[in-house]
């Protein structure tokens, strides 16, 4: 049985998804041994996706939580209520990566999907660096924010067009500070190499913009038609599969570039000295922080509901 009429029915407009969606996947299934400090680099990554928001291009901030602790969830929905997540899927269940992959990449709504593991940090202008290479570059499929070695097989497509259109070469163009900040995190152990002797890496120069080829599926940002032509991805574990994506985008021909600068960084399962972001308040406009000031928030509900009853209850 229904009684008056639904609120919502008067509302005009509804809010539109931005044409960017952040989609990270996070598990922290309890906070000790090798998780011990995940909850507070899970942190650093939802802090550093708000504090390098650009206006020019808004995004929202989907985060697809495969079943964590109840510590970790008690934070995504402290965030989500701060506005710092704008759509949090709490899975029952861990279905893995690739599992949150199908679902996230069906999901995601607007031109772009950007994609992050649950231990990535982001610095200012990673988004705009990614957008340029999608702008300038032709039959983009993916763009990582930052340079690092990857195979070669798994981006042979953009080889052959970079080969073919005489816009690759290959030489020691990655400074060994950019290459070890992610081969230390990965556990790689420095060599005793000249630390002034950049790394070999291939490049390419097209349009007078420089980007590295290849790409990795820990961060990327790809068309949403794109990823929605390859899934649903076959998902068996965990942690496993995600060569599936690489290989497919290949197999589409399309470009997997890398920016120049090193503009997302990996932290792992421990923080270091630098893996600071400043946090930003959530910020209300001036009429919502006065309509949820607590006598008048409570008047108003107090009101809302004495209306409703005198309309549709007949109660004095």
């Known amino acids: ?168 070469e290959e030489g020691r163009f990655l400074s060994r500070e950019v290459f070890w900040e992610h081969a230390r995190s990965i556990e790689r152990l420095e060599d005793d190499a000249d630390p002034n002797l950049p790394v070999r890496m291939p490049r390419i120069t097209y349009s007078g913009k420089v980007a590295y080829a290849g790409a990795t599926h820990f961060q990327f940002m790809a068309r949403r038609e794109i990823l929605q032509k390859v899934i649903p991805l076959p998902s068996e574990q965990p942690m496993r599969g995600e060569r599936a994506l690489d290989i497919a985008i290949n197999q589409l021909g399309l470009l997997r570039l890398m920016t120049e600068q090193a503009l997302v960084w990996h932290m792992g399962n421990r923080l270091n000295v630098n893996d600071k972001v400043e946090v930003r308040p959530a910020r209300k406009s001036i009429m919502k922080r006065i309509l949820w000031l607590p006598g008048i928030r409570h008047f108003l509900l107090w009101l809302n509901n004495r209306i409703f009853r005198l309309y549709f209850l007949n109660v004095e």
């Open 1 to 168: 049985m229904r009684i008056g009429h639904n609120p919502a029915r008067f509302i005009e407009k509804v809010d539109q998804p931005a044409e960017i969606a952040v989609a990270v996947v996070n598990c922290i299934p309890f906070l000790s041994g090798y998780y011990e400090q995940s909850l507070d680099v899970l942190k650093v990554v939802v802090e550093s996706l708000n504090a390098t928001r650009e206006k020019a291009h808004p995004y929202d901030v989907m985060i697809f939580d495969n079943h964590s602790c109840a510590e970790v969830r008690n934070y995504l929905k402290e965030a989500s209520d701060q506005g710092k997540i704008q759509c949090l899927i709490l899975s029952e269940q861990n279905i893995g990566k690739i599992g949150a992959w199908n679902f996230m990449f069906g999901a995601a709504q607007g031109k772009y999907v950007v994609f992050s593991d649950g231990d990535i940090g982001f610095r200012p202008g990673w988004l705009s660096a990614s957008l340029e290479l999608f702008d300038i570059f032709p039959n983009v499929g993916m763009v990582t924010a930052r340079p690092l070695q990857t195979p070669k097989m798994y981006s042979s497509a953009t080889f052959e067009w970079g080969l073919r259109e005489k816009v690759l």
